[in-house]
């Protein structure tokens, strides 16, 4: 049997620094202050539905997750997981005495029902590993174990099963519409669960009585504040008002660390391969020459330096994948289609000359290959300050050739609404930071995703590509893992549904006013990442006061 098994409590719940565990016992109390972007608050607590990012891992946590910085498995509402000998079935035991954050027990039903209601509707299956058939059946083997079975032979199931976060079954049951359930109360298992207040501008959510480590969290609370743009929060984090930043902000260490240079910090490690997504299922983006004639026409150191004040780095792969997973890049791809990604807008013309995009009516704008109007947008957040900077920036250089591209920048769920359902021309967007490449592809991929994530609304999809995707974890050898992300950076490329930007930078700015416990480039116990589950626990559960 392949067991892993529960690390040291200080670790393995934990992950954190060892400065923590070799002073005396933390300060307790104190809140935590962090800014979202959004117009307003509400009582909607539903980690699948969340439009925010701001409950799970807070609220809800999974049964485990990876730490990459620390590459080990943090286990969190589970102690262990198990493979059986044939890679075809795993079982994860949870901890003992698990609660909700109501008192109600937290067993193996509820992580049971939570893959049940996966199967039912589709925006539960996180991870799609039910849609996908990688999960075939989860089976109930105890009050504390959960088995499930795989399609066939897999040793990285974990990491997507790692990805759910089980919810109350006796909350959920309850619901008459869970595509939209807003669990208003707030009952969860994540370190805070009780609501203090929710106004429209403001929220703030306190200690869960029933959280399974006594000892934690060191904070009352974590109050988080509305703000319109990244604008907005760079003087709120200026003046001290916020704790920890999450957010784009120009010239850093000027506007931020100079105001306070012994307590505002920032470590921006990288993260995310940023993209420009294109709709291949609508004209223009349906012919693949104009999709390259948009890559090359795009100078992406430029938009790296005016548009992100050079934090990020451009991305020349045209694989699919940016710096946080270097070590995965394929060279042969680079050489065969390397010059997708460097700027040459006299190439880009010769390519909508040859596909036929000309300017038939003469009015100064090139028109599709049957004369009719070509014209489209671009969407990105409206509020996200440097990424519509670098789609006006895009717009730009398409005009230089004559394009008639436009800014659209829309509310978060205009932008969540029309990716996932593939109602866009082309889009700013990200790409899965995830344990390994793999989930990446099968995000951008795998037919499964289609509607459900924001990478895979693009139209490009395969059985072939599947089936990649499927039978690796079924690899023992690294050449053949290695191989099989070759050829989906070769397919990547080929295709271009989307052309890499650049490698963003992980945003993140914190306050050593008051709170002790931070990640940094000298203690870099997890990755500083704010929405991701499991990375935000570790650091809240890691805050203390001074």
């Not at 460097?342 to 009516?361: F, K, S, W």
């Not at 480039?521 to 499991?534: I, L, M, N, R, S």
């Amino acid at each position: 049997m392949k067991t892993f098994h529960m690390l040291a409590l200080a670790v393995a719940v934990a992950s954190a620094s060892a400065s923590v565990y070799a002073e005396k016992t933390p300060l307790k109390g104190g809140t935590l202050t962090v800014p979202v972007i959004t117009t307003a608050f509400t009582k909607s607590f539903n980690p699948y539905v969340d439009k925010l990012n701001i409950v799970g891992g807070m609220m809800f946590e999974p049964l485990a997750f990876t730490n990459v910085r620390q590459g080990e498995t943090s286990y969190r509402l589970a102690e262990s997981f198990e493979y059986d000998e044939d890679y075809k079935s795993i079982t994860y035991t949870l901890r003992e005495g698990l609660e909700w954050s109501d008192g109600e027990p937290l067993t193996a039903d509820d992580v049971v029902y939570t893959f049940e209601l996966a199967r039912e509707v589709a925006i539960y299956d996180i991870a799609g590993v039910i849609a996908s058939g990688l999960v075939t059946q989860v089976t109930k083997v105890s009050d504390r174990a959960v088995r499930f079975d795989l399609a066939q032979k897999d040793s990285t199931a974990h990491w997507d099963i790692n990805r759910y976060m089980p919810l109350p079954r006796h909350v959920w049951s309850e619901a008459e519409d869970l595509t939209t359930f807003g669990n208003p109360e707030g009952i969860g298992s994540g370190p805070v669960t009780e609501l203090s207040y929710v106004r429209a501008q403001q929220m703030e959510v306190c200690r869960n009585p029933h959280y399974f480590l006594e000892d934690r969290p060191y904070l009352d609370c974590v109050k988080y504040r509305a703000f319109s743009d990244n604008s907005q929060i760079q003087p709120a984090l200026m003046s001290g008002e916020l704790d920890w930043g999450s957010n784009f902000i120009a010239d850093v260490d000027k506007t931020y660390v100079e105001t306070n240079p012994d307590n505002h910090h920032y470590w921006y490690p990288p993260n995310d391969a940023i993209h420009l997504y294109f709709n291949t299922k609508r004209a223009p983006f349906d012919n693949v020459k104009f999709r390259q004639a948009v890559s090359v026409a795009l100078d992406r150191e430029s938009i790296v330096e005016f548009a992100a004040y050079g934090y990020p780095t451009p991305n020349f792969s045209p694989g699919g994948i940016g710096d946080y997973f270097s070590d995965y890049m394929s060279e042969s791809v680079m050489d065969d289609y390397g010059w997708l990604t460097q700027y040459d807008p006299d190439r880009a013309r010769e390519l909508l000359d040859e596909a036929g995009y000309v300017d038939a009516d003469g009015d100064g704008l090139r028109d599709l290959p049957d004369g009719s109007p070509l014209s489209f947008d671009i969407q990105v957040v409206n509020g996200w300050t440097d990424w519509v900077q670098a789609v006006m920036m895009i717009t730009e250089y398409l005009q230089e050739l004559d394009i008639d591209a436009s800014v659209n920048a829309v509310e978060w769920g205009v932008y969540d609404k029309s990716l996932k359902e593939g109602e866009y021309d082309a889009a700013i967007n990200w790409s899965l930071l995830s344990t390994h490449p793999i989930q990446t592809f099968k995000e951008y991929y795998h037919t499964s995703r289609a509607g459900q994530i924001w990478h895979a609304g693009h139209g490009v999809h395969s059985e072939e590509v599947d089936e990649l995707i499927e039978g690796f974890g079924a690899l023992t050898e690294e050449s053949a893992k290695q191989e099989t992300l070759d050829e989906l950076q070769r397919f990547t490329a080929e295709k271009l549904p989307f052309t890499p930007l650049f490698s963003n930078a992980t945003w993140f700015q914190y306050n050593t006013s008051r709170f002790k416990g931070w990640p940094s480039a000298e203690d870099p116990y997890v990755h500083p990442v704010f929405y991701t589950v499991g990375n935000n626990t570790l650091i809240f559960n890691n805050l203390h006061l001074k």
